[in-house]
């Protein structure tokens, strides 16, 4: 009978009646016949199972609330539940990542055991606490980096058993161990390994080769010795379509078969946990019907990875969310209940009840599998690719129980929690027949057995990650993972702090390079929400070998291998050189701004901040500006930290500070002239053309660039090309905002502003750079006439013809202290900020000016109180001078010196290479 549920109103009772019901039909109508015999034997069933690792996609479920934490498990493990898996595959890690992550070894160095690393013994120890059946499985997608010759060593064969003895500690039984992931096999390595594996006390447990291909039963069949030591053939994806494939048929070799040890399907799946569940269940009942496979393992067994990363929806269940405890529950759980909610490992297959309906692959497929210790079994049957309803006769003989039946059914090619898993009636056989009539696009299964059942946790609604968000690390435990951190490349675990500091810190502990799976990056950790937009991101940094560390921020898509990280990123060194990067989820990486600082050197503390307002990225090292750029090519994502290599630096005091709701303003600094865009005389009314003008800061010259791509002044107005023209020598205006294509732009990191609707760049016509030159687009050419600074702009003034910076001598701050030349170190008395308002600041809070304000060539200058005043204005031009406002005349090495203190004058500008100046 159907399920009755309280109640539910009369039309949806009808509608699955008419979804679901598996009637008596006449027999004439049945298509197929299927005799279940007891007396008929096939190959033993070994399990269904599903595999954490390969790698890191479990990881964040073990941050989840405790409630949400034991529902999504009871999902998965529990009997009677929800998936109820039979086997679970564990990643033995490596300390690389394997495809969503990096898994850290119990091993980081040799010697050094810490068996509380990662979170597999954990989620072990979770699984056989709901099923004490369950059988678990080792396997190494990569290894650490201190082994000595390649995997296929000693050294690895020690570590596996350095990891089973881990095991042992947390009470657990490793029934199966492998090789290396999808890489062959080494013969004589698995002989090696089962004589030490005897040796050490686990002669019971059972290798299996090759996680690969079928060439390993070739192998196995020539080489006797290579055949004893292995116990399973375990192939991948042996089904139609490979790795996430169709799976509508599958296949092994002759050798294979004829073998005799069990063919397990070790690795499939890699498909959606909804639409991947009818080529789950074809690849199970086809895999046997087809290849005589005997397990099927489904990657991954979830993903509780963040949603930026490779396979975000793929396995039996989605985590990704664990500050809010959301998380759904796939059709392919219900499709794999389909099957171990009615069997056991030891049941037996029946071969003679086991086929295609109707004889065609076209109609669907079916299995019977027979208890081992009493008169049970269980048909399950699937018509994921019928187009039509298919009816069947059944008939039970050879001491098999031939009482009621029950029948489930789960909608698989059109998934909905109303048709997942749902008991849909009992029949009692006559004389030990019955026929059903199946609908296409489910899976039924039809047995004796009774206890299944279907989970009614629900899950909250998800909620993005709070923010301001921090982390000290303090409450993280020695030798674990730190809360919603989840490692890309390398180990990130707490430790003590060093340098000096108390509590705990986060440190990368994987001190070479593993031998890895997949391809090298730098080591690196992601965390937070991707939907952070606006906000600046802090950690401090004790660097404890020379390098580099990174800082990541709005880092979204990911592609394999993890280098491929969508992210701007800080890179700062132990020699003070730093950079602003932008990499891509297509491996490219560009380099928006660099420079020096005087260096971090080594055990020793400093705070680095990536601030994200809109397209403006600001860099700041111990409070300090380091650089600032414009990009819009990310408008949100997570954050993260790493090392460029694989240092062991540690990181402390996470966090994340909210920014402005998503608009960035500041000038358009015109790069060649020195002097901004402009309104003239404040205008608010439409059509006023916008020119060149001296900067000053004011409400006319500044200009907001907003989300919808607009660069707003007012707070009404909008820059446009005028009469929304496209042509080169377009003027631009303002005009009240409309949000059409011609008022929107561009604001690139490369400085040019390009407008959207007509694809050319914001132009000062022939590169003038006087005041009131109106502005106009142009085909894009590079030029400094079309780069445009968005906000002020620090760095050294590096003398073309001297190599020597701009420097305060000794690093006096009083006023009237006089600049010189001096050789390069980047320190704070190098550092000139070129602001909104065209001064040159050093210390953020004194101006270079001239002395007593003097027009006169030759004039000195110095440092003072900022004022306000013209003799403290610049323009930075492209060309490389430095103008002064007052006077029109240039910044100069006095009688073009280049030796150290060599002092610094106006002079009329002549374009020697004394009177010019680099930002770098």
Known sequence: MLRTWRFAPLWVMGLLVALLTVGVAPAQAATTTITVDGTQGGRTFDGIGAISGGGGNSRLLTDYPAAQQAQILDYLFKPGYGANLQLLKL?????????????????????????????????????????PDIGLYGLAWAAPGWISGGFWSTDTINYLITWLGCAKQHGLTIKYLGGWNERGHDANWYVQLRSALNNAGYSGVQL???????????????????????????????????????????????????????????????QD??????????????????????????????????????????????????WSGNYTIGASTWATAQVTQFTKPGWKFIDSASGYLGGAESNGSYVTIKSNTSADWST???????TAAQSVNLHVQGGLSAG??????????????????????????????????????????????????????????????????????????????????????????????????????????????????????DAYTLAGDTSWSNYTVSVDVDLQQAGSVTLLGRAGTQSRPQSHQAAYQLLVSDTGSWSIVKSTSAG????????????????????????????????????????????????????????????????????????????????????????????????????????????????????????????MVYGSKCLETAGGGTADGTAVDIS????????????????????????????????ATADSTPLEIWTCHGGTNQTWDRGAVSGPLTGQASGRCVDVPAAGQDNGTKPALWDCNHGPQQTWTSTAT???????????????????????????????????QWRVRGDGTVVNVASGTCLDAYRAGTANSTALDIWTCNGGGNQKWSRT
């Open 91 to 131: 990643e033995i890690g490596g300390d690389a990542n394997s495809t969503d992550g990096s898994e850290p070894s119990v091993e980081h160095v040799k010697g050094q055991v810490n068996c509380d690393a990662g979170y597999e013994f954990w989620l072990a120890e979770q699984a056989k606490a709901r099923n």
């Open 208 to 270: 299996v080769a090759d996680d690969s291909g079928w060439g390993v039963a070739d192998d196995m069949a020539n080489n006797p010795a290579f055949n004893n030591a292995v116990s399973i053939i375990g192939t991948h994806y042996s089904c139609e379509g490979g790795d996430g494939g169709s799976a509508d048929t599958c296949s092994s070799t002759t050798a294979a078969r004829n073998n005799g040890k069990p063919l397990w399907d070790s690795e499939n799946g890699s």
């Open 273 to 322: 946990m909804n639409t991947g569940a009818p080529a789950l269940i074809r690849a199970i009942t086809r895999g046997y019907t087809d290849a005589k496979m005997v397990s099927y393992f489904n990657w991954p067994l979830l993903a509780a990875i963040y949603p930026n990363l490779p396979y975000n929806t793929v396995g039996l269940a989605t985590a990704n969310s664990p």
């Open 380 to 386: 399950v049957l699937e018509t994921t690719t019928a």
């Open 404 to 521: 009621t039946v029950h029948v489930w059914a789960t909608q698989v090619n059109s998934p909905s929690p109303a048709t997942s898993f749902v008991h849909t009636q009992d029949i009692a056989p006559s004389g030990g027949s019955y026929s059903l009539t199946l609908q296409p696009g489910y899976v039924y299964t039809v047995s004796t057995t009774t206890g299944q059942g279907k989970g009614t946790a629900t899950s909250p609604a998800a909620h993005a990650l709070a923010l301001p968000y921090s982390d000290n690390f303090d409450g993280t435990a020695t030798n674990t993972e730190a809360r919603y951190l989840s490692d890309m490349q390398g180990s990130f675990e707490a430790r003590p702090c060093a340098g000096g500091r108390s509590g705990q810190c986060v440190q990368q502990v994987a001190p070479v390079k593993p031998i890895e799976w997949q391809d090298d990056s």
């Open 588 to 711: 490219s990486r560009t380099t928006l701004a660099s420079g020096s600082h005087a260096g971090l050197g080594l055990n020793s503390w400093h705070t680095v901040t990536l601030g994200f307002s809109g397209d403006r990225i600001t860099a700041t090292l111990d409070g300090g500006t380091l650089g600032a750029v414009n990009d819009n090519s990310y408008g949100s994502g997570q954050i993260g930290f790493g090392v460029v290599g694989y240092q062991t630096d540690q990181f402390d005091n996470l966090s994340v500070t909210p920014g402005p709701a998503g608009n960035v303003s500041g000038f358009l600094k015109d790069r060649n002239s020195g002097i901004c865009a402009d309104v003239p005389a404040s205008s608010h009314t439409n059509g006023t053309a916008v020119t060149l003008w001296g900067c000053n800061g004011g409400g006319n010259q500044t200009f907001t660039a907003t989300p919808a791509k607009q660069l």
């Open 736 to 767: 009240d905002c409309t949000g059409g294509s011609n008022q929107q732009w561009n604001v690139n990191a490369d400085g040019s502003v390009v407008g959207v609707g007509s694809g050319k760049c914001l132009d000062v016509p022939g590169g």
């Open 838 to 872: 065209n001064q040159l600041t050093v210390y953020d809070n004194k101006c270079l000016g001239t002395i007593g304000g003097a027009t006169a060539d030759g004039t000195g200058v110095e440092i003072n109180v900022c004022t306000g005043a013209t003799a403290q």
